[in-house]
């Protein structure tokens, strides 16, 4: 008898240090969800209420369709600043958009004009060179005969 309550004992102990746990984890979930929702909420209410994107919003509506792409990256990077500087990570993201700006702008690809041509003659027709272009024939003959 006494061994059919101590198994008992155990199964209930288990089963209550299983419920605590899922309560625990449970708990830490709806904290942390919670905090950011009311986190956004606190910026939804704050961003809606102010003056200035009541009147940006006005005269959204009056922007052309082309405008809209540039204005929509602004707005998101602006949000996410925002965000960033509640969670006291504002200079950081500063900087890294920054630098992904300077990388994105300066790789970027544009179609060249009909008459434009490549720095680089092999993508030019006839495999033509830039004028001024420094080749090796050049650097040959100054080397050898000391002429320019």
């Known amino acids: 008898m006494e061994d059919r309550l101590a198994e008992f004992r155990q199964r209930k102990k288990q089963e209550l240090s299983k419920t605590s746990q899922q309560q625990r984890i449970t708990t830490i979930k709806t904290n942390t969800s919670s905090s950011l929702v009311n986190l956004f909420r606190r910026w939804q209410r704050y961003i809606v209420t102010n003056r200035i994107f009541i009147a940006l919003s006005m005269r959204l509506a009056d922007l052309p369709v082309l405008g809209w792409p540039l204005l929509l990256q602004t707005i998101i990077w602006v949000l996410l600043f925002g965000l960033a500087i509640e969670l006291q990570f504002g200079l950081v993201y500063c900087i890294l958009s920054a630098l992904l700006l300077v990388v994105y702008v300066g790789t970027s690809t ?16 006839n495999c033509e060179r830039l004028q001024g272009t420094f080749t090796a024939e050049q650097f040959d003959a100054q080397l050898r005969r000391g002429r320019l």
Do not use: L, T
Not at 117 to 122: F, L, M, T
């Open 110 to 125: 544009h179609k060249r004009k009909s008459n434009e041509k490549s720095a680089y003659s092999v993508f030019n027709d």
